[in-house]
């Protein structure tokens, strides 16, 4: 596939499924759109065990199965997102408020594949991802938030302007011919 072709019916449209994809959302900020689209979930890891025996645990966001779709094309922004989220997710408030609601994995159900089966997890409901945003420093994820859009807008107009000047050049040359 030549790089026009790739563009005009690969990528371009990608792009307009993400943006369309996290702009869906039934949020009203473009920071919880971006969180919707990204977090499902928190899983809690057993890590290692303490000197009492006791499991260390740690926490981790517990993605939605739709982001792989596009993951090429946000993937620097979700590994972003993704270390925020883990080292938030460890804090302390969110631990004391969050943990009460982690369930047990059933082996039998569980299709995603970052659930162990050894872990508990959390599947948020609306309510838990609007205390999740609210506990959350929202500035650093609003400028995660901003660079993502940015960065998906930027590459949406670089694709229209390229098929644009392509198709544009193609017209001249049939009317040479």
Known sequence: MDEYNYHK????????????????????????????????????????????????CSYSPLRNERIDKAIFVHIPFTRKLNDFLREALNEEKMISKFSPKLTETDKQSSSNQQIRPTSRFLNFEKSDLVDFYNLIDINNLKQLTLELFEFIEHEIVYCENYIGKIDDTQKDLVDLI
């Open 9 to 56: 019916n690969f990528y371009y449209p990608l792009l307009i499924d993400l943006r369309n994809e996290i702009n869906s959302s039934e949020y009203e900020t473009n920071s919880k759109k971006y969180l919707d689209f990204f977090l499902s979930g928190i899983v809690e890891f057993k890590n290692r065990k303490n000197k009492e025996g006791e499991w260390i």
